[in-house]
């Protein structure tokens, strides 16, 4: 069930008129079932996987807040990390690692290795659920929270569907609480959800998809060999498909979740305008570069240990971010290039920009994007050979006049989303045109809907972060 399809819109109309003539308890328990009903669309096989880690967690949770000795505490804490990520690497990791040690084996001249892949289907959304389960866990036993006294609470906190299967990645302290608490109607802020879908609508099926059919034919060579042109527009035409294709499902996500009383973090703040790295991962992802920061970054030791340390701390994080999105060692690259540079704006102490004049700033936006999309050429690529080779392209340069056309209709599609962010980048406000009026509110919602009708690519494209 796509969010960018009409069974979805469906299955949220009904969700949204049936939820609201309920009163508190029975929305928590309608809202349950609704979102296992969505889960199990993917594939229900995986529905009671989640339902016994559910389980687990809240047990566990319970028994850390009566458990009366640190001792006690931390076992039980060290069970359920265990449980967590033992489950999120047999599914997502295991055939990956028995793939590398074959290889390695090969590599040393052990060419009878028996070890093979069991070829394990991936859980929809489990890297999600997965973090938010271990964030609750932590929190309960740091005691920032008091564990969940009702288990449909916890459940439905855990599964409530416009998160369920590519995020944002809420944190118990945000969402629990509404969850625990009767919602009321707010035509107001259903009002921001609907324009938030509508917009998330723009960024996916506009810009993301239409990106997607330039960026998809640079990488598979359907385009010709790399050359130097052609880097830069299949780079640059990735980059904003994947922005414009997670961005928009966050915004459907949060507008989702508004049209049922809920609040959602927001998960991009105009990440390509950022300055520095730094304050890339401020903007981008959010939910994910928080988490790192907060139960990884931290807990490693930050930037606690001197200089040295915070610079392992950092690149550490960084390549577990990077492993995290994918059982392919060119997500470990890329998160190395991440990890490598934001040590090394850390050594150069490269911070904020209010000093900077306009021209300063706009060159380091410059300079932070193409840094970036360096990085999404091993993001992108099928191997961290075919990267390499990509990248050693640019210095080869060609024109022909397909690039032209191909250069354009990325420009087209882009152009919209940028001055969308310059917009909300100037306004400060977590919604487009928020201190208007609502009528020009509701004449920018009609002009995502007409280029959604005629302007959506005609090729289909699934979220890319849902293979995370």
Known sequence: MLFDSAVYFVFLSIVVVVYWRLRFRAQNAFLLAASYFFYAWWDWRFAG????STLLDFSIARAIGRAGSERKRRTLLVVSLAINFGLLGFFKYFDFFVASAVQSLEALGFHSAT????????PAGISFYTFQEVAYI???????IEPADSVLDYALFISLFPHLIAGPIQRPSHLLPQVQQPRRWDADKAFDGALLILEGLFRKCVVADQCALVANAVFSGRMGA?????????SYAFAWQI???????SSIARGSAQLLGFHFMVNFRQPYLATSLQDFWRRWHISLSTWLR???YIPLG????????????????MLLGGLWHGANWTFVVWGGIHGSWLAVERALEIGGDRAMTFAGRWVRRIFIFHLVCIAWVFFRAASIPQAISFLKSLAVWSWQGEYGVAARLVAVVVVPLLLIDLQLESSGNEYLFASTSWRPRVAVGLAFTI?????????PNAFIYFQF
């Open 243 to 249: 922005y414009g294709d997670f961005s928009g499902y």
């Open 302 to 317: 930050g930037s606690r240990g001197g200089r040295w340390k915070t610079y392992r701390n950092l690149l550490l994080t």
């Open 451 to 459: 280029l959604v009708a005629f302007f959506s690519a005609n090729e």
């Open 49 to 52: 996987l989640m339902a016994i």
């Open 115 to 122: 070890l093979a892949p069991l070829h394990i289907l991936l």
């Open 226 to 234: 790399p050359n130097g042109a052609l880097v830069l527009i299949g």
């Open 294 to 296: 907060d139960y990884l």
């Open 138 to 144: 932590v929190d309960v036993y740091n005691r920032r």
